[in-house]
């Protein structure tokens, strides 16, 4: 697809105005529809990454948008000094749908992640001991970019430039329950885990993990924190990831999916926990304001229903047996996985390759590091849209596998 002028005169505005934050690619998207996405020259594209998991109803779902139109004429914005209906109807829904009593609301999930970092050592402090603080996290991990969450994040790569970083954190393998006991110490407060490792590469744990887990932090007395920011609101193909051991966290934390592609956070915890948070203990201007918590009200609406997420496992397995069979074909997939729609493919070659190529035929996908594409299409993907992103990923493959011979 030859680009125009267009693109490249809004990249040359871009680049002189936006901070330099971003590896971005050439590319200027301009609107959307369902799985698709357009460009400011007409391009259209297949979109396999949907914001990073953020889209989950696709672009411009009916509902979603009406849902934000019909708030916005009615009230933008009110200060959490005051009570406003959407924030409280999304409340009630995420509580009646989780094991939760509480809901906070804020803008992101390195902000809802922040905020049961703080809860949880409140908590502890008050409820357990003033000497515990520490929070177990997991190698691998992703929480967010704020200064406490990059330090639980468990990789170097987020963390390089800004220390000194915050005391208090611990970090072991991902899956392993018996390093995650040695660790604990008599500091320690919570331990803070993924049920599925996104960011990380989407590392499914081994059966029975968060059970083990769960059973450490009852043995020990502490919270687990379970951050459902990307694996939660249907991703997995359950409202949330943990149902799928039967097991409750004490506090869980949501973003991306809950706004359907507006910004918000959530952190839920159990009435005991949420007690610790008391009027000055912490607070967002904008979080839960009545805008976004109408998209989170209409997005949970659709998600919650079982046919919905019924049709996100039976679409997901389908993606996963697709991938399984285009690995048979090619020698340069090395392991396919994931739960639902959150599923990744390891290469022998590099994955900026495949999304160059991809880009250019008009497919989006997305890598989480040199070898893994991580594939997280809208919740609403078609198998129609399954079948074209293989037919093309195919050709990919086997053009790169050959020119790699």
Known sequence: ?????????????????????????????????????????????????SGIAVDSLGHCDP????????????????????????????AKLLVTHSFADKVFFCNSGAEANEAAIKLAR?????????????????????HGRTLATVTATGQEKYQKGFDPLLPGFRHVPYGD???????????????????????GGVRVPPKGYLTKVREICDRHRL?????????GIGRTGRLFAYEYEGIVPDIMTLAKGL?????????????????SFTPGSHASTFGGNPLVCAAGVAVIKQVAQGAFLKGVRDKGAYLMK??????????????????GLIVAIDLTIPAIDVINKAMAQG????????????????????RTEIDRMIALLTDILTELSHAEA
Not at 322 to 339: A, C
């Open 122 to 142: 409140k908590f502890a402090k008050e409820k357990r001991d003033p000497s515990r603080f520490e929070i177990i996290a997991a190698q691998g991990a992703f």
């Open 363 to 382: 497919l989006l996908l997305n890598r989480t590091s040199d070898q893994t594409l991580r594939f997280v299409p809208p919740l609403t993907i078609r």
């Open 223 to 231: 919270l687990l924190i379970l951050d459902e920011v990307q694996t």
């Open 259 to 275: 706004g359907g592609g507006v910004p918000i956070g959530a952190m839920l915890a159990g009435a005991e926990v949420a007690a």
């Open 177 to 199: 329950p018996e390093a995650m006991e040695k660790a604990i110490t008599p500091q320690t407060a919570a331990i803070l885990l993924e049920p599925i490792q996104g960011e």
């Open 322 to 339: 697709k991938l399984t069979q285009l690995q048979r074909k090619t020698s340069v997939i090395k392991e396919v996985r994931g739960v």
């Open 1 to 49: 697809m030859k680009k125009r002028s267009t693109t490249s005169s809004w990249m040359k505005e871009g680049d002189r105005y936006l901070m330099s934050t971003y590896a971005r690619f050439p590319l200027v998207l301009k609107q959307g529809k369902g799985a698709t996405v357009v460009d400011v020259d007409g391009n259209r594209y297949l979109d396999f990454v």
């Open 63 to 90: 509902r979603l948008v009406k849902a934000i139109q019909k708030q916005a004429a009615q009230l933008l914005h009110v200060s959490n000094l005051y009570y406003n209906l959407p924030q409280i109807e999304l």
